[in-house]
């Protein structure tokens, strides 16, 4: 660690010490500053981050997040039919990895995690994945990435809508609106949306025994799996003038599953019926001056979360956040700058099963950024954070990242990049405080990440394009499981994990005979491993569960005239499940179509038909071992556009 902040400092120094030469880089990202959350940050040089291109993100509107993360990028999701699903970026936890909203982060503080399955993007206007640790930038949970949901303000004059209809296998429906009315100045945007599905899709149950005649498995319908979201986000945005303005945002949202059953279950039981419920209330208000040189921001948010199992309101899970931050930024010269904040959060968590001195807890960050861009070729940053939390020791956080631009011509660039970053995640509320069970000296997961990575990108004519290799290492310390401890389960630092691997990107756009064509090529390979663990297991060096070595998919979408055509295909090699040398679900290929078509009514009133075809092979495959998936789907969904 000491090694580690002097090399930081050292990096610090050599920036401070730099020239202060004007020039523009052509690779760095530049973004629109009324993007009002998921915006890329400047401040982390070296580190992957990852934009949905529009077109895609259009096609998973009626969706959820793992459905259009699995088929644009290379992330192993853990699965069932539609009512849980949990992400695995290279290999870490679903705790690893934070899902923000503006200065929210989504996760559970009781289980650790978001459910991605709940998560509708037809709320937002993009998403932004950074892979890799972030817990300089982000804080606790940050190990494996980051998601943002990102806003777009759009400071509507007038009015304008939208409407949207869709319909799908087993009883799929969805139904959305969003409204905007502005003067230019004042904005208001209201989104709101009904999803439900029947989820009562014919599937091949190998459980079935009939030794008699020798018959081991039968045609089988799923059975109480039903899902039904609904929700609300409303914006009030006011621009005070160009660079000055004040957002106020409301998120409602409630989330109602019947638990899937297992295939074996589903046989033999086939009344059981468990219902799961969480209500969720989020606000995120502040006010922004980005006034050059000296810009700030004063944000505040608020957090209710609320679980119930079997209707059982005794059964209390619900905690509350207060939030508070505010972060000053300075430009003070062309080619450098500074941001320095401070981050607050109160916690009062409510659930049975806690011990009852357990009031609230409080949770403060310092946190100081340096950027610096050299010698028209180098970009510099550095990161430091320190957390505070009550009665727990945290961690502190540097990162420190490089971005130098190698080639630079008419055509094309080539950039190379480096990031190293320490991360780590605070035990959940259940870790420490569940009685029976928890653990109040646990100690925090500890991770480390270093990356090196390349990326080439081409522009002549109609065709542009980029190609990225990233190669990284990770190792994840004081890895938190639950035990068996004979009377009951208690949780513990465990084991020690080690991921590496090679990640290859790319995305095209191209123009052949009047067809705009836009197509990737995403390719993960992920090597896993425990090295140390305290629970006596043979997995010790082997892959871990649920992480896929080998994880791909294409995509591809064209666009003619009033048409537009899109294709994609995942691939995920085998995956073990548990522990032992057996339930390994096995390599599995999924494609997928969709073909649109757009009709303007007139200068103000457009309409939008898509119809889609998922699992066109029909694929027999798991995604959680022993829960049935879906077979050949179809989803058609109407979008009217209005002023």
């Known amino acids: 660690m000491r090694r580690f902040v002097i090399f930081g400092m050292f990096i610090l120094a050599a920036v401070c010490a730099a020239g202060q030469e004007q020039f523009t880089l052509l690779d760095t990202v530049h973004v629109e500053e009324v993007v009002s959350y998921g915006k890329l940050n400047r401040y982390q040089s070296g580190a992957k981050i990852v934009t949905l291109p529009a077109n895609r993100f259009f096609l998973g509107q009626d969706g959820n997040m793992e459905q259009l993360l699995s088929r644009t990028m290379p992330i192993a ?8 699903s949990t992400i695995r970026i290279r290999g870490t936890a679903p705790d690893h990895t934070s899902i923000n909203f503006g200065g929210i982060n989504l996760n559970s503080l009781t289980l650790g995690h978001s459910n991605a399955s709940n998560l509708t993007m037809y709320l937002f206007d993009n998403i932004g994945v950074q892979y890799g640790s972030a817990s300089s930038v982000n804080g606790s949970g940050s190990i494996g990435g ?23 296998s087993f009883g799929e429906q969805f139904y959305g609106t969003k409204l905007f009315v502005g003067n ?14 029947k989820n009562d899709f014919k599937f091949t149950n190998p459980n079935y025994r009939d030794f008699e005649n020798q018959v081991f498995e039968i045609e089988d319908t799923q059975r109480n799996a039903d899902v039904k979201n609904y929700g609300f986000l409303q914006e009030f945005n006011y621009k005070f003038e160009k660079d000055r303005f004040f957002i106020f945002n409301v998120w ?14 589903n046989l033999s039981n086939p009344d059981k019926r468990e219902e799961y419920q969480d209500n969720h209330i989020r606000v995120w208000t502040g006010y922004k001056n980005r006034k050059n040189p000296l810009k700030f921001e004063i944000n505040g948010g608020y957090v209710y979360d609320n679980a119930e199992y079997n209707t059982n309101e005794q059964d209390t899970i619900s905690t509350q956040r207060i939030i508070g931050e505010a972060f000053l930024e300075h430009d003070f010269a062309s080619n450098a700058s500074y941001k320095v904040g401070v981050k607050a959060i109160r916690i009062r968590p409510k659930v049975y099963a806690y011990s009852k001195t357990l009031d609230y807890e409080d949770r403060l960050d310092f946190y100081a950024s340096y950027y610096h ?30 971005n130098y631009l190698a080639v630079s011509k008419e055509k094309y660039i080539l950039n190379f990049s480096g990031n190293i970053a320490r991360s780590y995640r605070v035990p959940t509320f259940n870790d420490r405080f569940w009685v029976p069970g928890g653990n109040p000296d646990l100690a925090p997961e500890r991770g480390m990440n270093y990356e090196l990575s390349t990326k080439w990108s081409y522009c002549v004519g109609n065709t542009s394009g980029n ?44 123009t ?16 896993t491993n425990r090295v140390k663990s305290l629970n006596q297991t043979n997995a010790i060096g082997r892959q871990l569960e649920y992480v896929p070595k080998h994880l791909a998919n294409f995509f591809t979408s064209s666009i003619y005239k009033k ?13 073990f499940t548990d522990e032992e040398e057996k339930n390994i679900l096995d390599a599995c290929f999924l494609l997928n179509f969709a073909v649109g078509y757009k009709l303007s009514i007139n200068n103000e009133n457009r309409l939008g038909i898509t119809g889609m075809l998922n699992n066109v092979l029909d694929t027999d495959y798991q995604s959680s071992w022993g829960y049935a998936m879906p077979g050949i789907n179809y989803r058609l969904s109407i979008t009217y556009n209005f002023k």
């Open 512 to 527: 052949v005979a009047g067809v705009k064509t836009r197509s990737g090529l995403n390719y993960s390979y992920t090597s």
């Open 467 to 510: 190609i990225s290799v990233n190669a990284f290492f990770m190792d994840v310390d004081d890895w938190i499981l639950w035990r068996n401890g004979g009377s009951f389960w208690y949780a513990e630092n465990v084991q020690k994990v080690e991921s590496k691997g090679i990640e290859f990107m790319t995305d095209w756009s191209y």
């Open 563 to 575: 048409f537009d055509f899109s294709i994609d295909g995942i691939f995920k090699g085998e995956q």
């Open 77 to 84: 999701f853990k699965a069932n039919a539609g009512g849980l």
């Open 252 to 265: 409602a949202e409630k989330n109602w599953h019947l638990v899937q059953q297992n295939m074996q279950s």
């Open 146 to 168: 980051a998601i943002h949901l990102g806003l777009q303000n759009n400071w509507t004059d007038g009015f304008k809508g939208e409407a949207r209809i869709s319909n799908g």
């Open 373 to 402: 861009r050299l010698f028209n070729k180098l970009t510099a940053t550095l990161n430091l954070r320190q957390g505070f939390v009550t009665d727990y020791d945290v961690p502190f956080t540097p990162s420190v990242g490089m």
């Open 184 to 197: 230019g100045k004042f904005e208001s945007v209201t989104r709101a949306y009904y999803y439900y599905k």
